[in-house]
C-alpha cells in the first residue's frame, strides 16, 4: 500500500526525491530502471508528454496519447529483475509486474522491456509480455489481501467492484 508523498513506482521513497525531478525535467534518469519507475509514474498521472519523450523516437508509437484511457487505475509497481542498464550500460532489460483496475475489474501487465541509452539517456525501446513468475492461479476468499497489491481485503476492494 501507498503512503501519503510516497512515490507511486514502489521504491519507498518519497516521490519529491524520487520520480518527480525527472517528471519535470529537473534530472535525467541514470539508470534503465530508475526511467522505468518515472514512466510507470507517468502512466498513473496520465503524463503523456514524458512517457513520449522518454520512448525511443524509432519505435515510438503514432498514438500522441498512450495513457489516455480513463477506464484504467494503476495500482502497483513490482520490480521482478533487471539485466544491465546500469549508469555505465548502453542496453538494459527490466522486467516488471504492474497491477491496475479495467473498468473495476483487477488487470495487470507482466512485462520485459529493453531501454537503450542514447546520447547518455536511457529511452524505453519496447516491450514484450512474459509469463507471470508465478503460473499458479489461486481463488481468492473474501478476506485474503486483494491481488492488485492495494493492502485492502479482496472483498473491500477488487470484489466489491
Known amino acids: ?90 542496453k538494459g532489460i527490466v522486467e516488471f509486474r504492474a497491477r491496475c483496475r479495467i473498468n473495476g475489474q483487477a488487470s495487470g501487465v507482466d512485462e520485459s522491456s529493453e531501454f537503450i541509452k542514447d546520447n547518455d539517456r536511457w529511452f524505453y525501446v519496447d516491450g514484450a509480455s512474459i509469463q507471470p513468475v508465478k503460473t499458479r492461479h489461486l481463488k481468492l476468499g473474501r478476506n485474503d489481501p486483494c491481488s492488485c497489491g492495494s493492502g485492502k481485503k479482496y472483498k473491500r476492494c477488487c470484489k466489491a467492484s
Open 1 to 90: 500500500m501507498i503512503m501519503k508523498n510516497q512515490c507511486p513506482c514502489g521504491s519507498g521513497t518519497p516521490q519529491a526525491q524520487c520520480c518527480d525531478p525527472y517528471l519535470k525535467g529537473q534530472a535525467i534518469p541514470p539508470t534503465a530502471e530508475a526511467l522505468m519507475r518515472s514512466r510507470y509514474v507517468a502512466y498513473t498521472q496520465k503524463n503523456n508528454e514524458y512517457i513520449l519523450e522518454t520512448w525511443h523516437p524509432p519505435t515510438r508509437p503514432e498514438n500522441t496519447n498512450p495513457a489516455d484511457d480513463d477506464n484504467v487505475e494503476w495500482l502497483t509497481l513490482q520490480i521482478l529483475r533487471t539485466e544491465a542498464g546500469g549508469p555505465d550500460d548502453n
